[in-house]
């Protein structure tokens, strides 16, 4: 009924259409695993259930809290109602200190206690990370 023609457009139509269904999805997927998720202590410590995905958990790090040795450092991210231990092998920015903003990536060990393999500090005296300043806002 239909002519060699219409039955080629139909076919690369067809093709052109699964292959930019394909490619979304692929993109969507590899995008899935690459997100990382901002929480604050207080989230973290409303988890119910921890699952082996890298999170960011951001706030304040906690005065009197830092205690560094060899090549690792801990210390204490607080949202002024909950903390949470921090775990980090390597060196920090040169801003990172007690009582300033800070956001920590990594994997959580319990809802106490996260192992961290990155660290971001501000960067001037008027910079706090917008997911940190969101978090404080909410909490306080």
Same mark, same amino acid.
């Given at each position: ?12 139509? =067809? ?28 989230? =973290? ?11 960011? =958990? ?27 231990? =921090? ?54």
């Amino acid at each position: 009924m239909y002519g060699k023609k219409v039955k080629l457009r139909a076919l690369f139509i =067809v093709l052109i259409f699964f292959s930019l269904v394909l490619t979304a999805f692929l993109v969507f997927k590899s995008l899935e695993e690459n997100v990382v998720y901002f929480k604050s202590p207080s989230d =973290v410590k409303n988890l119910t259930e921890l699952k082996a995905k890298k999170i960011r =958990v951001g706030g304040m790090v906690k005065e009197n809290s830092v205690e560094t040795f060899d090549n690792e450092i801990k210390f204490i991210i607080t949202d002024f109602k909950n903390e949470l231990f =921090v775990s980090f092998v390597g060196s920090v920015p040169n801003l990172f200190e007690e009582g300033k903003g800070v956001v920590a990536e990594g994997f959580l060990e319990d809802k106490y206690y996260l192992k961290a393999d990155k660290i971001l500090a501000k960067h001037d005296e008027n910079y706090m990370p917008p997911e940190v300043s969101e978090a404080l806002k909410d909490k306080n």
